[in-house]
């Protein structure tokens, strides 16, 4: 079983910039494969990004450029840097693990799940 905690969501304005942190425990994390999803109200949730164990990347292309996906195995956590954000990424964010090597962008590629952390930007 592996415990995910999202953390760092918060309201700033469009062009600003937060960081979500996401801490997975309860197995070995470097053998994880992590990536974060969002949902914004009334829509369905979509794949953002991800990272695989070797350390590859995958972005979605609304945020390539302005999003960048790293991990610390030595903490256990995984961070997403959301740079000029705008109103349209405001949303839920939910960070999900799965020990497998590649990075799938479906909901159903991800075994574990966090509660989520707000994301919302004001025009």
């Known amino acids: 079983q592996v415990q995910v905690v999202e953390s760092g969501g918060g309201l700033v304005q469009a062009g600003g910039s937060l960081r979500l942190s996401c801490a997975a425990s309860g197995r070995t994390f470097s053998s994880l494969t992590l990536g974060w999803f969002r949902q914004a109200p009334g829509s369905e949730r979509e794949f953002v990004v991800g990272?695989?164990?070797?350390?590859?990347?995958r972005y979605v292309d609304s945020v390539k450029g302005r999003f960048t996906i790293s991990r610390d195995n030595a903490k256990n956590t995984v961070y997403l840097q959301m740079n000029s954000l705008k109103p349209e990424d405001t949303a839920v964010y939910y960070c999900a693990a799965v020990s497998l090597f590649y990075i799938s962008t479906r909901q159903d590629g991800y075994t574990y799940w966090g509660q989520g952390t707000q994301v919302t930007v004001s025009s």
């Open positions: 990272i695989s164990r070797n350390g590859d990347t």
